[in-house]
Antibody, heavy 121, light 110 residues
Framework: QVQLQESGPGLVKASETLSLTCDVS?????????WGWIRQPPGKGLEWIGSFSHLRNAYYNPSLKSRVTMSVDTSKNQFSLKLSSVTAADTAMYYC??????????????WGQGTLVTVSS | QSVLTQTPSASGTPGQWVTISCSGS????????VNWYQQLPGTAPKLLIH???QRPSGVPDRFSGSKSGTSASLAISGLQSEDEADYYCTAWDDSLNAYVFGTGTEVIVL
C-alpha cells in the first residue's frame, strides 16, 4: 500500500523560500511515476503546483513556474518542493500526491494528508 | 481564477439524485478526459471518477460521470449523508499547459 507523508515548516516568513518534503512508502521514487504537489488556500479550491519525475519530464503550473523547484532524493525515497519569494497568497494546505498510472501526469489517486504552511509578514 | 466553472453548491435529501456540472472549453474538457475528486471536510481529496466516467476500485456505483463537448457532469444517485463534501472536476488544459481544477461544488445533504 503506497503512502505519502508531507513534512516541513508550518510557518515561513514572507520573501523567504518554502521547503516541503514528501516521504514515500510502499513504492520506489524511481518507479517511473510522476510525483505531484497540489495546494489549497484556507477555505478555497485546489491548485495544481506541478508534477515531476527525475526519469521523465517535469510539468509546472505556469503561474508558479518561475518560483518552483521540484526534486527527488532517491536515497531517502522522497521528493521535495521549494517555492521561493513567498507571500501571504502562498498560505495554504500543501498536498503531495501520486497519479493513477504511469501514463498520467496529474490524475492523482494517492494523496498525503497535507501540511499547512502559513506565510507570516 | 479557474477555467473550469462549477455551480457553487447543490443539495438534496437522502435518496435523491443530485447532478453537478463542470463547464470548460475546447482547450481542456473539449480535448481531454475529465476527472472528479471528492473532498470530505478536513481530509485530502479522493479520486472519484477518472477518464470521464470510470470509477476507481472501491467507489460506489451510485457515483457516475459523463462528458459532452466542453462540459462534464457528476451524478450522485441515492444521495447519502456521507456524500456531503466538496466536489472538484479537473482536466488538462492545452492553452495553459497545466492541470486545472474546477471551482468546486459543495454538496449539502438536507
Amino acid at each position: 500500500q503506497v503512502q505519502l507523508q508531507e513534512s516541513g515548516p508550518g510557518l515561513v516568513k514572507a520573501s523567504e523560500t518554502l521547503s516541503l518534503t514528501c516521504d514515500v512508502s510502499g513504492d520506489s521514487i524511481s518507479s517511473g511515476f510522476y510525483w505531484g504537489w497540489i495546494r489549497q488556500p484556507p477555505g478555497k479550491g485546489l491548485e495544481w503546483i506541478g508534477s515531476f519525475s527525475h526519469l521523465r519530464n517535469a510539468y509546472y503550473n505556469p503561474s508558479l513556474k518561475s518560483r518552483v523547484t521540484m526534486s527527488v532524493d532517491t536515497s531517502k525515497n522522497q521528493f521535495s518542493l521549494k517555492l521561493s519569494s513567498v507571500t501571504a497568497a502562498d498560505t495554504a494546505m500543501y498536498y503531495c500526491a501520486r497519479p493513477y498510472t504511469f501514463a498520467d501526469k496529474a490524475k492523482f489517486s494517492i494523496w498525503g494528508q497535507g501540511t499547512l504552511v502559513t506565510v507570516s509578514s | 481564477q479557474s477555467v473550469l466553472t462549477q455551480t457553487p453548491s447543490a443539495s438534496g435529501t437522502p435518496g435523491q439524485w443530485v447532478t453537478i456540472s463542470c463547464s470548460g472549453s475546447k482547450s481542456n474538457i473539449g480535448s481531454h478526459t475529465v476527472n472528479w475528486y471528492q473532498q470530505l471536510p478536513g481530509t485530502a481529496p479522493k479520486l472519484l471518477i477518472h477518464n470521464n466516467s470510470q470509477r476507481p476500485s472501491g467507489v460506489p456505483d451510485r457515483f457516475s460521470g459523463s462528458k459532452s463537448g466542453t462540459s462534464a457532469s457528476l451524478a450522485i444517485s441515492g444521495l447519502q449523508s456521507e456524500d456531503e463534501a466538496d466536489y472538484y472536476c479537473t482536466a488538462w488544459d492545452d492553452s495553459l499547459n497545466a492541470y486545472v481544477f474546477g471551482t468546486g461544488t459543495e454538496v449539502i445533504v438536507l
